[in-house]
């Protein structure tokens, strides 16, 4: 029995650490119909800052994460004014090749910059911390992050719902001639969209290297793990991001341990695949 | 549109750099030498330090070196003056390119031999690339035993396989039940699902079984994983009293990790050539690396003890990297100084007399533990063996044979809450 | 006689390189309604989204209140006084009705102005009051048109464009949407709109434009306009 609440809260934790990355996917797909295809590599530069902020500046991943946010916002921002913008309205291919284009770059510059090694933070506040209740252990770096991304999904769900700036955000996605008939300089709002994308997985970069080693590969599988959240939560659904973020998780640590643990993204993108051809716009899509 | 022209030549400049790699110029008299490993992709770090000592050998054979006590040293090239030109060419760790990449290097680049490949999946397409093209294969550190089981007549392995690895393992164990009351019944595996990972695993059970332990888990996973907590909960769920490890680069720091998170160690493990025996991870896992233990061919503790003519050379290669030889890395400089002795020896380029030297002589190696390598059936040297060490405060110290032993393993390995 | 606050000169316009309009000058006089009238496909919503900055004219200016807005992107419009409603209402449709006016007040950050003016849109129409949290796609194809009117208000446009009121409207509906804009008329916005009923649009008029292939063939008030026999024949079916 203990062994059943483990699996299933190490897929919860797995599970909210895969939401807080889906979601700036989720948001710039949403909004602007983009795949943006260096998310995964996102993660992984938010992942370098937080590494070289520890070990050079000894700032703790529960503070730089502010940095590692704030860093991915701008690299974010960068990415749609001189990338994504002067491909929007041209092919539809051309924003996914031209972030193709990006992903490679940045992996290779940073395999050239700071070589293939794996880099782990040793001594951080959080590492190596757990709760032991009985025969179950939470490790305190991943329930950190997972409460992180509960309050940043809840932040951004907020902003969406319940703020002008989220309707007009929602109203660009909608219909972004008419929210420029509304005042709205649509230019302007995928210019935060890709920042706000880009703040959501370096926060998670940024907390994440409290516990996983940093290397060029690491935003990989991360960013196919996103695409897949995506497109099963729905198209810039943020709840639909935390239920297929969750499932997937479940799903992967439930598999992993009652099947085999080689069998776990085999029942993963079974689930995937089971759900897009029952529901082909998602859990939550539109 | 000048922003747009300067922006893309700025791009190219920049991607051509990136591409640089491998570019030497050409001299005369001069012997290609494909080298191919894994550059990009998760096990570059490893292939780059393979790439790096085979560049030392290089070195050390084109240019005098009277202060080295090792073969081709003192003189100039081989065959009176011959250079070695070292073609490099990336796997990414992936068999379909590495193939691909042997094709070109054979066909376009024309080389005469090529050492690779580090992972066991990627050596053996490339090296049936070599074979059919009657061209040596040299290869270093691959372990999967089946790579010398093909009867191939161009290929030759310097490294001990995954078989002789396995029944070191055995063996050791059967040597802490009997010396240190270890206790050891059961045994899990923990390995990655690729070529090698499944070879070690396969030779590792048959190993277990002959001898008569029970097998209670048996792991496998997917490399590059975000997580691993499905298989160590597995294992944990099993609780072998020793696990046999084959986790490779980061695979191997997060099951460290994530065993130290959910507070479970099993007595003994044992890892095969992989993340442990990689100085910088053990640096990056500090503590936390401790008491593990592994098959070594090389560490510059048992260098300094018992090959103490690499010392010297290790300091061409650590200028390179930045960390000494490892068990694997040492293994391909190795690679290519055979060849360039036997090429010496037989006085000629022909492959089908320098493959007979090969078969036939017993070389001299002052960078192999045990200073020999002589090659049997399949390729395979004979003389390869490795020592187990376990792993304190990031040195690798011998525990077994108990010739060369320096400590007494810490069995069973200090639970994570008492260290 | 007031000046003109908008004018258009010698517009062309293409999509693609391909041309479709081809030198229209037309002026809007404070307080006026004027229509735009012609067949479909002869260039009139093509000028409506030219004035608004959602295209851009190959040649010729558009100037507003005397200060040339020829290049000014869409958005930018509205703070200048410009409101468009588009051709098919193009509401977010899956806001809310309140979601929709506010949004039309964007460009207003004062909130007891924003929420003067929804209390003024919601006395125009009552109806957006009783359905002001309901999604807006649920709603009626007239309670959507009027919603869209609406949200055109929320910017207190000096001027008002119209494109297409009567657009999938029962013709009871059609009359009830146009003596609104008469109403909004009557207190002071200025309105451009564009119809292809042409009747109707000119009984509420107080100058017309007529739109063939690109260019205007004929103008003048809407009086004249009804009253021409090019007009009755081509258009109404007379």
Redesign the interface.
């Given at each position: 029995m203990s062994?059943f609440v483990?699996?299933l809260l190490?897929?919860l934790l797995?599970g909210m650490l895969?939401a807080l990355v889906a979601a700036g996917l989720s948001l710039i797909w949403g909004v602007m119909d983009v795949i943006n295809f260096a998310h995964g590599e996102f993660l992984m530069v938010a992942m370098y800052l937080s590494y070289w902020l520890g070990f050079l500046a000894h700032i703790d991943p529960i503070i730089s994460w502010v940095a590692s946010g704030a860093f991915v916002f701008i690299l974010g921002a960068l990415t749609y004014r001189f990338i994504v913008s002067r491909c929007i309205g041209k092919a539809a291919m051309a924003p996914l090749l031209a972030t193709f284009g990006l992903s490679m770059?940045l992996?290779?510059f940073c395999?050239?910059r700071f070589?293939?090694?794996?880099?782990?933070l040793?001594t951080t506040l959080l590492e190596?911390r757990?709760f032991?209740l009985g025969d179950i252990?939470i490790?305190l770096p991943?329930l950190v992050t997972g409460l992180f991304s509960l309050a940043i999904l809840f932040t951004l769900y907020y902003l969406m719902k319940k703020t002008r700036l989220g309707w007009a955000i929602q109203a660009t996605a909608m219909d972004s001639e008419a929210a420029e008939l509304m005042g709205i300089n649509t230019d302007r709002i995928y210019l935060l969209v890709f920042g706000l994308g880009g703040a959501c997985v370096g926060i998670a970069g940024g907390l994440l290297t409290s516990?996983?080693?940093v290397?060029?590969?690491?935003g990989?599988?991360?960013g196919l793990?996103a695409f897949l959240i995506v497109a099963m939560g729905g198209f810039g659904s943020i709840p639909g991001a935390l239920a297929a973020a969750i499932i997937i998780g479940l799903v992967?640590?439930l598999?992993?341990?009652y099947i085999?643990?080689?069998f776990?993204?085999v029942a993963v993108f079974a689930i995937y695949l089971v759900l897009i051809m029952a529901r082909p716009k998602g859990l939550f899509g539109w | 549109m000048q922003k747009h022209k300067v922006l893309s030549v700025v791009s190219l400049l920049?991607f051509s750099?990136?591409l640089s790699a491998g570019c030497a110029p050409a001299a005369e008299n001069v012997l290609k030498i494909g080298v191919l490993f894994p550059l990009?992709?998760?096990c570059?770090?490893a292939?780059?330090r393979c790439v790096a000592a085979v560049e030392t050998a290089a070195e050390v054979i084109n240019n005098k070196h009277p202060e080295l006590d090792v073969p081709l040293a003192k003189q100039q090239g081989i065959l009176k003056g011959t250079k070695i030109q070292l073609i490099v060419a990336d796997t990414q760790g992936k068999p379909d390119v590495a193939k691909s990449e042997a094709e070109r290097l054979v066909n376009q680049e024309g080389v005469y031999t090529i050492i690779g490949s580090y992972n066991s999946s990627a050596s053996k397409p490339a090296s049936a690339v070599t074979e059919r093209s009657k061209k040596l294969f040299m290869c270093g550190c691959s372990s999967s035993a089946a790579l010398t089981d093909r009867d191939f007549k161009y290929f030759y392995r310097l490294a001990p396989t995954d078989k002789t690895e396995s029944k070191e393992f055995v063996e050791y164990i059967e040597w802490l039940n009997k010396n240190q009351k270890a206790g050891i019944k059961t045994i899990g595996l923990i390995y990655e699902?690729t070529e090698f990972g499944k070879h070690a695993a396969d030779e590792g059970k048959a190993a277990a079984k002959a001898a008569g332990f029970e097998i209670v888990a048996d792991?496998?996973?997917?490399p590059?994983?975000?997580?691993?907590?499905?298989?160590v909960?597995?294992l944990k769920?099993k609780n072998p009293d020793a696990v046999f490890g084959a986790c490779l680069?980061?695979d191997y720091?997060?099951w460290v990790?994530t065993m130290?998170?959910?507070?479970w160690l099993p007595n003994v493990v044992l890892n095969y050539c992989t993340?442990y025996q990689d100085p910088?991870?053990a640096q990056?896992?500090?503590a936390?690396g401790n008491f593990f233990m592994g098959g070594t061919g090389y560490s510059p503790e048992i260098g300094a003890k018992y090959m103490k003519k690499v010392a010297a050379v290790e300091k061409i290669y650590t200028k390179k990297v930045g960390v000494p030889f490892d068990s694997d890395s040492i293994q391909e400089a190795v690679a290519l100084f055979i060849l360039a002795q036997a090429i010496e020896k037989a006085g000629s380029l022909d492959v089908e007399k320098v493959a007979e030297v090969l078969r036939t002589t017993t070389f001299d190696s002052p960078l192999s533990l045990g200073g020999k390598v002589a090659f049997g059936p399949g390729g395979q040297n004979m003389k390869a063996t490795s020592i187990i060490t376990q792993l304190h405060n990031g040195k690798y110290m011998p525990v077994y044979p108990a010739s060369y032993a320096e400590i007494k393993a810490t069995v069973p390995m200090t639970p994570?809450d008492k260290r | 006689m007031s000046d003109a606050i908008l004018k258009v000169h010698d517009i062309h316009c293409a999509y693609d390189a391909v041309p479709v309009i081809h030198g229209i000058s037309l002026e809007v006089r404070e307080g006026e309604i004027v229509a735009i009238v012609g067949a479909n496909g002869a260039g009139k919503s093509t000028t409506m989204r030219t004035i608004a900055g959602l295209m851009h004219p190959t040649q010729g200016t558009v100037s507003f209140l005397g200060e040339d807005v020829t290049r000014t992107a869409g958005y930018a419009m509205v703070t200048k006084g410009i409101s468009f409603v588009p051709e098919g209402r193009r509401l977010f449709s899956k806001l809310t009705v309140r979601e929709n006016l506010e949004l039309g007040a964007y460009t207003e950050n004062n909130r007891p102005v924003i929420e003067e003016r929804l209390e003024e849109v919601f006395t125009l129409f009552p109806i957006l009051k009783n359905r002001a949290n309901q999604v807006a796609e649920t709603m009626s194809g007239g309670e959507q048109q009027m919603c869209a009117i609406a949200r055109g208000l929320m910017s207190k446009p000096k001027l008002l464009m119209l494109d297409e009121l009567s657009l999938g409207l029962m013709p009871s509906l059609v009359e009830k949407v146009l003596e609104t804009v008469v109403e909004i008329n009557r207190k002071g916005t200025t309105i451009l709109l564009v119809e292809q009923m042409v009747q109707e649009a000119l009984e509420i008029a107080t100058r017309g434009y007529v739109i063939q292939t690109g260019r205007i063939v004929q103008e003048g008030t809407a009086r004249e306009l009804l009253e021409s026999d090019s007009v009755r024949k081509a258009y109404m079916g007379m």
């Amino acid at each position: 029995m203990s062994t059943f609440v483990q699996v299933l809260l190490d897929g919860l934790l797995a599970g909210m650490l895969y939401a807080l990355v889906a979601a700036g996917l989720s948001l710039i797909w949403g909004v602007m119909d983009v795949i943006n295809f260096a998310h995964g590599e996102f993660l992984m530069v938010a992942m370098y800052l937080s590494y070289w902020l520890g070990f050079l500046a000894h700032i703790d991943p529960i503070i730089s994460w502010v940095a590692s946010g704030a860093f991915v916002f701008i690299l974010g921002a960068l990415t749609y004014r001189f990338i994504v913008s002067r491909c929007i309205g041209k092919a539809a291919m051309a924003p996914l090749l031209a972030t193709f284009g990006l992903s490679m770059f940045l992996k290779n510059f940073c395999l050239n910059r700071f070589s293939p090694n794996f880099r782990i933070l040793q001594t951080t506040l959080l590492e190596g911390r757990k709760f032991i209740l009985g025969d179950i252990v939470i490790g305190l770096p991943q329930l950190v992050t997972g409460l992180f991304s509960l309050a940043i999904l809840f932040t951004l769900y907020y902003l969406m719902k319940k703020t002008r700036l989220g309707w007009a955000i929602q109203a660009t996605a909608m219909d972004s001639e008419a929210a420029e008939l509304m005042g709205i300089n649509t230019d302007r709002i995928y210019l935060l969209v890709f920042g706000l994308g880009g703040a959501c997985v370096g926060i998670a970069g940024g907390l994440l290297t409290s516990y996983l080693a940093v290397h060029p590969e690491v935003g990989a599988l991360f960013g196919l793990i996103a695409f897949l959240i995506v497109a099963m939560g729905g198209f810039g659904s943020i709840p639909g991001a935390l239920a297929a973020a969750i499932i997937i998780g479940l799903v992967e640590a439930l598999a992993g341990f009652y099947i085999a643990p080689v069998f776990k993204y085999v029942a993963v993108f079974a689930i995937y695949l089971v759900l897009i051809m029952a529901r082909p716009k998602g859990l939550f899509g539109w | 549109m000048q922003k747009h022209k300067v922006l893309s030549v700025v791009s190219l400049l920049v991607f051509s750099l990136l591409l640089s790699a491998g570019c030497a110029p050409a001299a005369e008299n001069v012997l290609k030498i494909g080298v191919l490993f894994p550059l990009t992709g998760p096990c570059a770090t490893a292939g780059q330090r393979c790439v790096a000592a085979v560049e030392t050998a290089a070195e050390v054979i084109n240019n005098k070196h009277p202060e080295l006590d090792v073969p081709l040293a003192k003189q100039q090239g081989i065959l009176k003056g011959t250079k070695i030109q070292l073609i490099v060419a990336d796997t990414q760790g992936k068999p379909d390119v590495a193939k691909s990449e042997a094709e070109r290097l054979v066909n376009q680049e024309g080389v005469y031999t090529i050492i690779g490949s580090y992972n066991s999946s990627a050596s053996k397409p490339a090296s049936a690339v070599t074979e059919r093209s009657k061209k040596l294969f040299m290869c270093g550190c691959s372990s999967s035993a089946a790579l010398t089981d093909r009867d191939f007549k161009y290929f030759y392995r310097l490294a001990p396989t995954d078989k002789t690895e396995s029944k070191e393992f055995v063996e050791y164990i059967e040597w802490l039940n009997k010396n240190q009351k270890a206790g050891i019944k059961t045994i899990g595996l923990i390995y990655e699902n690729t070529e090698f990972g499944k070879h070690a695993a396969d030779e590792g059970k048959a190993a277990a079984k002959a001898a008569g332990f029970e097998i209670v888990a048996d792991v496998a996973f997917n490399p590059g994983a975000t997580n691993l907590n499905s298989e160590v909960q597995t294992l944990k769920a099993k609780n072998p009293d020793a696990v046999f490890g084959a986790c490779l680069g980061g695979d191997y720091t997060l099951w460290v990790r994530t065993m130290k998170q959910m507070n479970w160690l099993p007595n003994v493990v044992l890892n095969y050539c992989t993340g442990y025996q990689d100085p910088k991870i053990a640096q990056q896992l500090a503590a936390d690396g401790n008491f593990f233990m592994g098959g070594t061919g090389y560490s510059p503790e048992i260098g300094a003890k018992y090959m103490k003519k690499v010392a010297a050379v290790e300091k061409i290669y650590t200028k390179k990297v930045g960390v000494p030889f490892d068990s694997d890395s040492i293994q391909e400089a190795v690679a290519l100084f055979i060849l360039a002795q036997a090429i010496e020896k037989a006085g000629s380029l022909d492959v089908e007399k320098v493959a007979e030297v090969l078969r036939t002589t017993t070389f001299d190696s002052p960078l192999s533990l045990g200073g020999k390598v002589a090659f049997g059936p399949g390729g395979q040297n004979m003389k390869a063996t490795s020592i187990i060490t376990q792993l304190h405060n990031g040195k690798y110290m011998p525990v077994y044979p108990a010739s060369y032993a320096e400590i007494k393993a810490t069995v069973p390995m200090t639970p994570w809450d008492k260290r | 006689m007031s000046d003109a606050i908008l004018k258009v000169h010698d517009i062309h316009c293409a999509y693609d390189a391909v041309p479709v309009i081809h030198g229209i000058s037309l002026e809007v006089r404070e307080g006026e309604i004027v229509a735009i009238v012609g067949a479909n496909g002869a260039g009139k919503s093509t000028t409506m989204r030219t004035i608004a900055g959602l295209m851009h004219p190959t040649q010729g200016t558009v100037s507003f209140l005397g200060e040339d807005v020829t290049r000014t992107a869409g958005y930018a419009m509205v703070t200048k006084g410009i409101s468009f409603v588009p051709e098919g209402r193009r509401l977010f449709s899956k806001l809310t009705v309140r979601e929709n006016l506010e949004l039309g007040a964007y460009t207003e950050n004062n909130r007891p102005v924003i929420e003067e003016r929804l209390e003024e849109v919601f006395t125009l129409f009552p109806i957006l009051k009783n359905r002001a949290n309901q999604v807006a796609e649920t709603m009626s194809g007239g309670e959507q048109q009027m919603c869209a009117i609406a949200r055109g208000l929320m910017s207190k446009p000096k001027l008002l464009m119209l494109d297409e009121l009567s657009l999938g409207l029962m013709p009871s509906l059609v009359e009830k949407v146009l003596e609104t804009v008469v109403e909004i008329n009557r207190k002071g916005t200025t309105i451009l709109l564009v119809e292809q009923m042409v009747q109707e649009a000119l009984e509420i008029a107080t100058r017309g434009y007529v739109i063939q292939t690109g260019r205007i063939v004929q103008e003048g008030t809407a009086r004249e306009l009804l009253e021409s026999d090019s007009v009755r024949k081509a258009y109404m079916g007379m």
